[in-house]
């Protein structure tokens, strides 16, 4: 009995041994830990909590954008959320696409077996090691370490097992098309073991989305984190502000910083020279990680095309409006001859060629309280009419402006004019006629500047490229005793001028109208930089020409001491 036991524990210790890649645990740790307060977003997520709880076997698949923490959100799964009830087992693999080792689901499949015999060598039984003992060639089959894995899973009925993957977009697609077909059968078989479940994680490429579809059909959870996750999105675009925050603290840490410094870096004010050298010596996995996303795409011309057409629309376009550009051909000559596709369609086929690169949200509340601005100043509707509407909508002490502020500026990441004023916040968007409208008003400060960047309305409009509210704003300066050059040269908290904003932002007509109000060319800002110096960095060579004209011609008009007209 001794040397069967013995000849037992042999034969356990060479099967492990086959299984066994030693790296498995590396590829884990190697993810970041987790920081407090991030991944709560999942852990107290009401799809989760019913997948944990569940007491019959189910598939959850989770899928976001690159950056959004999966693999930080699966480490701490493994070590503490998951591990935290001793009636469950738990077993985890983390792809990467960095080698051939870390790509395979074969190997995947090892590290699963590997861990559930060295927790549960119990399990090993006789059948499994017979299986094993005459087949050299069974550690290099998907399907049948997938036949043992539910065959060990039905001898520890009274425990549940949960299979983890994270990155399942970076295992080799003909691994995942078979895991996705396995999962599958299994699945939609009423008698599967109940006790065996299964979490994907990934991004959601379109060749994974398809797979599991009729999963989803069938019932299956699913969290689905991306543009259609409005709730979720939100919860983690606020814990990606502690990742950040966590990250500038240690930075500061390291390099010794004051307050000032890490308040700066947190809210990523750097100077231009600043930008500049950081944007041009990126990292290569950086570039490294974008061709690999690239890579992906169904089609890669097409990806091309689009890519250009939305960095270069003036506004974000709508999915009908990108279902036309990528449909039309050189041959069609009127629109009856585009055979265009359903929304739902053109949205699967816009997210198979660079889905990972474009984010389409679904919300036309949050699309027009971001937009509308722009849509109006491209129509052709008399403002005039309008002018009661607008003044309400620009109004900081209405209702309707906030609620509609707020969602324009939700989670953005642009300089928004906090503690603004109704003439900051229509000089903001263009709003020309409600600008000319306010100047009837006897209590408007037309200098007075925003708490958050200390800019003026003339500052904003000339930053925001607004012509019109510029041209406005500096015909009513002249000059006299110097205050108009105060005004028209206002700086803020980091000492730059409207003409600043206005050439750092590439508005040449904009800059053109300030420069011949008698904008100062050479007024420096805290990082030693002057307007001059930015339209050198942005080659408006014709700008720097004319800068130069205006610059002799006021000279030789004597109108160096204009100022305010009074309004």
């Not at 109000?517 to 800002?525: C, N, P, T, V």
């Not at 930015?534 to 100022?563: D, E, F, P």
């Amino acid at each position: 009995m001794c040397r069967n036991s013995r000849s037992l524990e042999s034969r356990s210790r060479d099967v492990l041994e086959r299984l066994n890649i030693a790296l498995y645990p590396y590829h884990k740790d190697r993810i970041s830990d987790r920081i407090p307060g991030t991944c709560d977003w999942f852990v107290t997520h009401r799809t989760f909590k019913v997948w944990q709880e569940s007491p019959k076997s189910q598939l959850l698949w989770v899928s976001t954008n690159p950056g959004c923490g999966k693999s930080v959100m699966m480490r701490y799964l493994v070590e503490s959320v998951l591990t935290s009830n001793a009636s469950r087992t738990v077993l985890y693999f983390f792809f990467n696409d960095d080698s051939e080792d870390k790509r395979s689901i074969v190997n995947a499949m090892r590290c699963i077996l590997y861990q559930l015999f060295k927790q549960h060598p119990n399990l090993l039984t006789d059948k499994i090691l017979e299986r094993f003992e005459t087949d050299d060639r069974i550690t290099n089959s998907f399907s049948e370490l997938w036949d043992i894995l539910f065959l060990a899973a039905k001898q520890n009925a009274n425990k549940t097992i949960i299979c983890l993957l994270d990155a399942l977009d970076e295992c080799d697609k003909s691994g995942a098309s078979q895991l996705i077909e396995a999962l599958g059968k299994v699945y939609k078989n009423e008698t599967a073991n109940r006790n065996l479940k299964f979490l994907i994680a990934s991004r959601p490429y379109d060749y994974i989305r398809q797979g599991l579809r009729p999963l989803m059909i069938n019932g299956q959870s699913l969290i689905h984190l991306s543009d259609e996750g409005e709730a979720e999105m939100k919860d983690l675009s606020r814990e990606i502000d502690i990742f950040i925050r966590a990250k500038v603290n240690t930075i500061g840490d390291q390099l010794q910083l004051t307050n000032e410094e890490r308040n700066s870096l947190d809210k990523g004010i750097i100077g231009i020279k600043g930008i500049a050298e950081i944007t041009s010596s990126l990292p290569q996995s950086v570039d490294e990680a974008y061709e690999r996303i690239l890579s992906k795409s169904t089609d890669a011309e097409q990806a091309k095309i689009l890519l250009h057409v939305v960095i270069g629309a003036a506004r974000p376009l709508s999915v009908p409006e990108i279902n036309f550009v990528l449909t039309l051909q050189d041959d069609h000559t009127s629109y009856s001859d585009l055979n265009l596709e359903p929304d739902y369609r053109c949205i699967e086929r816009i997210k198979s060629i660079c889905g990972l690169f474009i984010i389409i949200t679904y919300a036309f509340l949050d699309y027009s309280a971001k937009h509308w601005t722009a849509h109006l100043l491209a129509s052709d509707i008399q403002m005039e009419p309008l002018n009661p509407s607008l003044l309400k909508l620009c109004d900081g002490h209405e209702t309707l402006s906030r609620n509609w502020i707020r969602i324009c500026w939700d989670n953005s990441t642009a300089d928004v004019p906090y503690g603004y004023t109704s003439a900051i916040l229509a000089s903001y968007f263009g709003l020309v006629s409600v600008v000319q409208h306010l100047k009837n008003v006897a209590n408007i400060d037309w200098k007075s500047k925003d708490t958050k960047h200390g800019r003026s309305a003339l500052s904003w409009a000339a930053g925001n490229g607004h012509s019109a509210v510029v041209q406005f704003l500096t015909r009513r300066i002249w000059w006299r005793r110097g205050k108009g050059r105060r005004a028209v040269d206002s700086k803020d908290w980091h000492d730059r001028t409207p003409l600043s904003w206005a050439i750092m932002n590439g508005h040449e007509e904009a800059a053109k109208i300030l420069l011949e109000a008698g904008a100062s060319i050479d007024s420096m800002d805290q990082v030693g930089a002057t307007p001059l110096d930015y339209a050198k960095c942005r080659r408006l060579h014709g700008l720097i020409s004319n800068a130069k004209t205006i610059m002799v011609k006021l000279h030789s008009l004597g109108q160096l001491g204009m100022v305010i007209r009074k309004w």
